[in-house]
């Protein structure tokens, strides 16, 4: 039987493929999205839950197969690590007995996936996407809807709503998610953005207040992810949400959660709106997570009378709560319950956190910060050093982590990390800031 890997491909089979091959067809075919860390993954489950296969050239040019701690979890992804026995089975029970049917007939796994979802989320009304910034260009459409039929202060409309987003957030690269940040993408010639948008700094209160006094009675909402992932692993002054949500409240405007990150388990509650004990918020986005990374899964999820303001044909996914989808989104929130998932992040993240810190501590010239909450944690460095070389650093000592914003390095291992997983991520970032 003829494997995938015995195909030939730009001249020779796959197997035989070398790392400089990958790297030519990625440097040369491929947008320049991203700026990989060498090597190439080996497909296939390390010796671990938290491991991967990676093929790197040796110092004399050769190449090997190592194993490496992956402490990202594509981007807290995966929070049963790769290659999870329940997931994999299920998968595997359910392939081959369809591939997807349109959204304009049921099936028998959608309706249990929808209740399910409440049960977990503790939200009224669902929209079943793929991405996550497909899940955010949702909410701005209902937040729009809601503001001009419901928002302003005296609760009857408003032609032209505003919604507020944080400084430095991050909810994806769709045109609506894209104008939601503030990176300098107009200079990379794809503005106009989408009007009706404006930022305030994160963890401001007095800045909040400030712009909803300037527009006076027009803002709609404000998004904002509970803990920033994307520009560092910047957690909020406690007490912060809180009052942001007061301040909505008090003013008839919504307050929107970007949890894809911080949902499922990872903080060390199902959410974080409950981990900061919130009140359940108007809308929240999640994905990531809602699959264990088997599937591109997302949704918005909120209160029934802003989500019952989608009416047919104003929105809509091919592939949005497809039966695969459902069923995977299914398993692995009864994965979640069974293995009591989110207090496993909590004891785990204390511990992870401790001797990232310990570790800190050792290099007060290299580190300016470790910070984060659960299994989210960042270790900053002083701007001199760079990032990409502390990610490269890291993978040469065994562990898979990335920088963020040049000079912050996620660590977000799977949760099912054991101690001496997580005693490997602190040793190798030991060894590589000596280094850096």
């Known amino acids: 039987m003829t494997t995938l890997n015995d195909v030939r491909v730009g001249g020779k089979p796959i197997r035989e493929w070398t790392i400089k091959d990958h790297n030519k067809a990625l440097n040369d075919l491929g947008a320049h999205i991203y700026e990989p860390l060498d090597?190439?993954?080996?497909?296939?489950?390390?010796?671990?839950?938290?491991?991967?296969?990676?093929?790197?050239?040796?110092?004399?040019?050769?190449?090997?197969?190592?194993?490496?701690?992956?402490?990202?979890?594509?981007?807290?992804?995966?929070?049963?690590g790769h290659n999870d026995k329940v997931m994999v089975e299920g998968v595997q029970e359910f392939i081959g007995r369809m591939a997807t049917i349109p959204r304009s007939i049921s099936h028998e796994y959608l309706g249990p996936w929808l209740v399910a979802l409440q049960e977990y989320t503790?939200?009224?009304?669902?929209?079943?996407?793929?991405?996550?910034?497909?899940?955010?260009?949702?909410?701005?459409?209902?937040?729009?809807?809601?503001?001009?039929?419901?928002?302003?202060?005296?609760?009857?409309?408003?032609?032209?709503?505003?919604?507020?987003?944080?400084?430095?957030?991050?909810?994806?690269?769709?045109?609506?998610?894209?104008?939601?940040?503030?990176?300098?993408?107009?200079?990379?010639?794809?503005?106009?953005?989408?009007?009706?948008?404006?930022?305030?700094?994160?963890?401001?209160?007095?800045?909040?207040?400030?712009?909803?006094?300037?527009?006076?009675?027009?803002?709609?909402?404000?998004?904002?992810?509970?803990?920033?992932?994307?520009?560092?692993?910047?957690?909020?002054?406690?007490?912060?949400?809180?009052?942001?949500?007061?301040?909505?409240?008090?003013?008839?405007?919504l307050m929107v959660l970007d949890e894809i990150q911080t949902g499922y388990g990872r903080l060390g509650a199902n959410f974080a709106w409950q981990f900061y004990g919130l009140d359940t918020p108007d809308l929240i986005t999640i994905g990531k997570a809602m699959s264990a990374g088997f599937l591109?899964?997302?949704?918005?999820?909120?209160?029934?009378?802003?989500?019952?303001?989608?009416?047919?044909?104003?929105?809509?996914?091919?592939?949005?709560?497809?039966?695969?989808?459902?069923?995977?989104?299914?398993?692995?929130?009864?994965?979640?319950?069974?293995?009591?998932?989110?207090?496993?992040?909590?004891?785990?993240?204390?511990?992870?956190?401790?001797i990232l810190a310990d570790v800190a501590a050792k290099h007060p010239e290299k580190v300016k910060e470790v910070r984060g909450e659960g299994m989210l944690v960042g270790v900053e460095v002083f701007p001199k050093f760079e990032g990409h070389e502390l990610s490269m650093g890291m993978l040469r000592n065994g562990v898979y982590a990335k920088e963020t914003h040049k000079t912050n390095l996620r660590i977000a291992p799977p949760i099912v990390i054991d101690k001496e997983g997580m005693d490997a991520i602190a040793s190798a970032l030991d060894k590589t800031l000596a280094d850096l």
Not at 301 to 317: A, D, N, Q, V, Y
Request: hydrophobic share 40%.
């Open 39 to 80: 090597g190439v993954l080996v497909l296939g489950a390390g010796s671990k839950p938290w491991t991967l296969k990676v093929r790197m050239e040796t110092g004399s040019g050769e190449e090997k197969e190592t194993e490496v701690v992956d402490a990202l979890a594509c981007y807290s992804a995966v929070p049963f």
């Open 122 to 253: 503790e939200m009224d009304m669902f929209l079943p996407k793929n991405s996550g910034t497909e899940a955010n260009e949702a909410a701005i459409k209902v937040i729009r809807k809601w503001a001009r039929k419901h928002g302003g202060k005296d609760g009857k409309g408003i032609c032209d709503p505003i919604i507020l987003a944080a400084k430095n957030c991050f909810h994806g690269r769709g045109f609506g998610s894209t104008t939601l940040m503030t990176s300098d993408l107009e200079g990379c010639d794809i503005g106009p953005l989408l009007p009706g948008i404006d930022h305030i700094p994160f963890n401001d209160i007095p800045a909040l207040e400030a712009k909803i006094k300037e527009y006076d009675g027009r803002v709609a909402a404000f998004i904002l992810e509970p803990i920033q992932a994307e520009a560092g692993i910047f957690v909020p002054d406690d007490g912060y949400l809180k009052r942001v949500q007061e301040i909505l409240k008090a003013n008839n405007a």
């Open 296 to 354: 591109p899964i997302s949704c918005l999820c909120g209160k029934k009378e802003i989500m019952e303001l989608f009416t047919p044909h104003t929105e809509g996914s091919t592939f949005g709560g497809f039966p695969l989808a459902a069923y995977v989104g299914m398993l692995t929130i009864a994965e979640l319950k069974r293995r009591n998932m989110t207090q496993l992040a909590a004891e785990s993240g204390k511990y992870l956190r401790g």
